[in-house]
């Protein structure tokens, strides 16, 4: 094998190995959770396999070949899953963690992260799809939810009042909502204005955004980790 075809091998490994540790921070029974899996998946094709195709020496191996997959591919499933939970245990709390989990929306949302910061790291983002505008803080609740009230209306006086803005406070209080609910949260928002329309919004708030300076984002580890195992389980 050439050094070219072995590089990317070793990055999902080392990938792999990473995101691994990341997640036994919180989730200290990993390890065992994912070889029960492994037996109990594998195991349950196994018996399957042996009932339905018997005992011959090529249905043997094809049986137990299949066992082995289908015992690594639950593992993977569940270990991405209990990675991600863990990614956002971590997260939680943390400047720039909320700004990591919007980048993860995919086509048809457009996120601006920190179009208004303050300097106690209170943060706001900007989300525009088809239920318009959404804006989430992150940071001190009190200060956060200021700062969501003042950009609200900056933007409506941009958009108008055909154009709806939600806010979205991020956090375990009242009236707030958690950061690993936040993706769910905006995608269930319910649909307002059409795709044309959205392309139209982002040009008015560009003259607002122009006016603005660039916030310094934190790289905390959801921007990297979460994307990593995602990219690991891909691979």
Known sequence: MSNAAEAPQKGRLRQMRQAYRLTKRTDKNIGLILLLWFLVVGGAIAVGGLFIFGTHWLSLISTILLALLSGLLAVLIVFGRRAERSMYAQAEGQAGAAA???????????VKTAVAFSK?????????????????????????????????????????????????????????????KV??????????????????????LKALDAMRPVAPMPRGPMPTSAKGARKMLRG
């Open 100 to 110: 990591g989990s919007l980048q993860m929306l995919k086509r048809g949302w457009f």
């Open 120 to 180: 106690n790291q209170d943060v706001v983002h900007r989300v525009i799809g088809r239920p318009g505008v959404v804006l989430v803080g992150e940071g001190n609740p009190g200060r956060a939810k200021n700062l969501l009230a003042a950009e609200r209306k900056k933007h409506a006086r941009i958009v108008g009042e055909e154009v709806p803005i939600t806010t979205i406070l991020v956090g375990r209080g009242e009236d707030q909502v958690p950061l690993p």
């Open 183 to 204: 993706l769910k949260h905006v995608k269930k928002l319910p649909k307002a204005i059409k795709p044309g329309e959205q392309t139209a919004v982002i040009n008015k």
